[in-house]
């Protein structure tokens, strides 16, 4: 039964002919059941969220997630919950935060826990952009791509044919620059290209945290031909 306290020992044998030669007993020992430890995965999940995620852990009744900026540090603990997942909100962009789960189980009125997960640690970052590309004209493509909450600005990023180097662009122009700018929109048409001419295209979205850009993942690379 879970939380019961349950007393072991245990003891060796030989089988001599049809005997059986015993060793002493071991010391007794003690143990009780608990639930399983979760096993947690961290993402982030926008700019001001991360998500904690973990497998069933059977018998379980439910889970409590709690988290903290210190990894030795006072937790804050979630409502509990019965999903296997939890999103963490409020948090700040680009803060490394440690999360860990446990699992209980409701022993009559008695939440019986399962030890902590490992501490995992997750930082929010911008959700990265899904972007298409269509053919304007024999010359221009447009690359549009979801706005990403929290964002201050995207980038948009250019390669031609199976060229792996890409060229960061900037907004409106079919220049190159190697200082970052904002680009606030949501689509970006590049001009004159070459006709029936292949090229690559990624956009990454950032957010400032005081003078330093935090950036998201780049979005998959889509190829369009004018």
Do not use: D
């Not at 700019?47 to 409590?64: D, P, Q, V």
């Not at 409020?90 to 826990?113: D, F, I």
């Not at 053919?135 to 201050?152: D, F, M, Q």
């Amino acid at each position: 039964m879970t939380n019961m306290t349950y007393y072991v020992r245990v003891r060796a044998y030989r089988l001599v002919g049809t005997t059986n030669v015993y060793s002493a007993y071991s010391t007794v020992v003690q143990g009780k059941p608990i639930p399983s430890t979760p096993v947690i995965t961290v993402a982030s999940l926008g700019y001001n969220s991360l998500k904690a995620t973990w497998a069933t852990i059977s018998g379980a009744s439910g889970y409590e997630v709690s988290y903290s900026t210190a990894q030795a540090g006072t937790y804050t603990v979630l409502p509990l919950t019965t999903s296997v997942s939890a999103w963490i909100p409020g948090l700040l962009t680009n803060t490394v935060y440690y999360v860990r789960v446990r699992a209980y189980r409701l022993v009559g009125t008695v939440k019986v826990y399962s030890a902590y997960s490992t501490v995992i640690q997750g930082k929010p970052t911008p959700s990265t952009p899904v972007i298409t590309v269509t053919r304007v004209s024999s010359t221009s493509l447009k690359v549009n791509w979801t706005g990403i909450s929290g964002a201050g600005g995207y980038e948009v990023w250019k390669s031609t044919g199976t060229n792996t180097t890409y060229t960061q662009l900037t907004a409106g122009t079919n220049t190159t620059y190697t200082q970052l700018t904002t680009v606030t929109t949501t689509y970006y048409t590049n001009s004159a290209l070459v006709t029936a001419t292949n090229y690559n295209y990624k956009v990454r979205a950032y957010r400032l945290v005081e003078t330093i850009k935090v950036y998201s993942y780049f979005s998959a690379i889509l190829s369009g031909t004018p």
